[in-house]
């Protein structure tokens, strides 16, 4: 079985504190990694580094999980970048182009699809994402969100049934017929291909009592749960997924002190909700961002995500999120990190991804920097330099 022994390492991210790492970060100095079958088999101080098959010299660089992007809505065809200019002339963004997205989606082959999604995902592996959810949501019609996650389901196992992301305009004015059909013959054809759930909870998407029906239904066809939350505005998403049991909340930028001590009351429960900020949302429609510091400061679990979708957030990037938190949103670097790493990997209810600790899955990104500190004191760099998924460099050196 071949070896790969990773050294030269200027600062290890675990995430494991136990490890006798410094902060939650379980920051390691002067120790080597080594990977066999795709998994982390031993971290250790370098000297006793066990001869390896392969080497590869991290030049004291920092080494990281690699991202777990918990969001994102790769499956569409074509783009708004005149809604983009508008919205940065003063426009503000009502979600309302999504059905814009939904026309030139229906209208796109298979094939088409295919391409955005693998050309996203690998723009998303050069910064260092190893894990990616994919959501439908651009298709809602039977057939369209069954091919979304069909594709989607080509690049990930994190893929998520979202039919209910607006009501296409066939069905204008007659919002329960369409619940009907993402409840029914919808969520049957979408189930094979998908391990989640999602609604987006919003005024003009779609209400309390929508949500609910969806989420139920999609919970006993064996999904998991997850919701579009509380972005453009209050609402009842936040509270309903904490009830439900979902494994994220996502957005929470408009919170009341009830959403945030719902939050933090499952914070304290074997399956926690977290709060998954999509920062990337608020700097692409120009918006109030969420108040992460209030969060954090409750105790909630919180993720950061790139929200990738080619409305409200056209970035794959998990560093510029990192740097946009810790610049706009008051998050630590470390926190930021934490987040966008073993947070992500909490969102998706994973135990495998998001540290670096024997026995896990052998995702990292190496830095062309000596810490965790750069990803938001550089923004814009390309910092990461190599990333291995699975064991497997993606990256030539
Ligand atoms: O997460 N909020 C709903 N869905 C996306 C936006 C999709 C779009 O504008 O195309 C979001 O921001
Ligand atoms: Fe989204």
């Not at 790492?21 to 580094?49: K, N, S």
């Not at 190893?130 to 990930?156: H, N």
């Not at 998407?205 to 919701?227: M, P």
Request: hydrophobic share 45%; proline share 6%; aromatic share 6%.
């Amino acid at each position: 079985m071949s070896s790969l022994l990773v050294d030269n390492i200027g600062e290890l991210v675990t995430n494991v504190p136990a490890a006798g790492g410094d902060g939650p970060l379980g920051l390691r100095r002067g120790v080597a990694l080594l990977v066999e079958a795709g998994r982390v088999v031993w971290i250790g101080p370098a000297r006793y580094a066990p001869a390896a098959d392969r080497r590869i010299d991290a030049e004291g660089g920092a080494v990281l999980p690699g991202f777990v992007d918990s969001h994102a809505h790769l499956v569409f065809a074509g783009d708004r970048a005149a809604e983009f200019a508008a919205r940065m002339a003063g426009e503000p963004y009502t979600g309302g182009g999504i059905r814009t997205t939904v026309g030139a989606t229906r209208a796109a082959s298979d094939d088409d699809l295919r391409d955005t999604v693998h050309r996203l995902r690998d723009e998303a592996m050069r910064q260092g994402t190893t894990t990616m959810e994919i959501k439908s949501g651009y298709g809602l019609t039977v057939a369209d969100e069954a091919r979304s996650l069909r594709i989607a389901a080509e690049v990930t196992a994190e893929t998520t049934f979202l039919g209910a992301h607006v009501v296409p305009a066939e069905y204008a004015g007659r919002p329960d017929d369409y619940v009907g059909l993402v409840c029914g013959p919808m969520l049957t054809a979408a189930a094979p291909y998908a391990r989640w759930v999602d609604v987006f909870c919003e005024r003009g998407a779609f209400d309390a009592d929508h949500t609910r029906a969806i989420l139920t239904v999609g919970q006993a066809a064996g999904l998991g749960l997850r919701l579009h939350a509380n972005q453009l505005g209050p609402g009842p998403g936040v509270r309903l997924g904490v009830e439900l049991g979902a494994a994220s909340v996502d957005h929470c930028t408009h919170l009341s002190d009830v959403d945030v001590d719902a939050l933090a009351g499952s914070a304290t429960t074997t399956d926690p909700t977290v709060a998954t900020l999509l920062p990337g949302a608020e700097f692409s429609t120009r918006s109030p961002y969420p108040d992460a510091r209030r969060l954090l400061d409750a105790g909630v679990t919180v993720a950061l995500a790139t929200d990738c979708n080619p409305g409200s957030s056209y970035t794959s990037s998990m560093p510029f999120c990192v740097a946009l938190a810790v610049r706009e949103m008051r998050m630590t670097p470390a926190e930021a990190v934490w987040a966008a790493t073993a947070g992500g990997a909490r969102a998706l209810r994973r135990t495998d991804v998001g540290a670096l600790r024997p026995g896990v899955r052998a995702d990292l990104m190496i830095l062309d920097a000596p810490s965790h500190l750069h990803l938001a004191y550089r923004p814009g760099v390309p910092l990461v330099r190599q990333v291995l998924h699975n064991g497997v460099p993606q990256c030539r050196l």
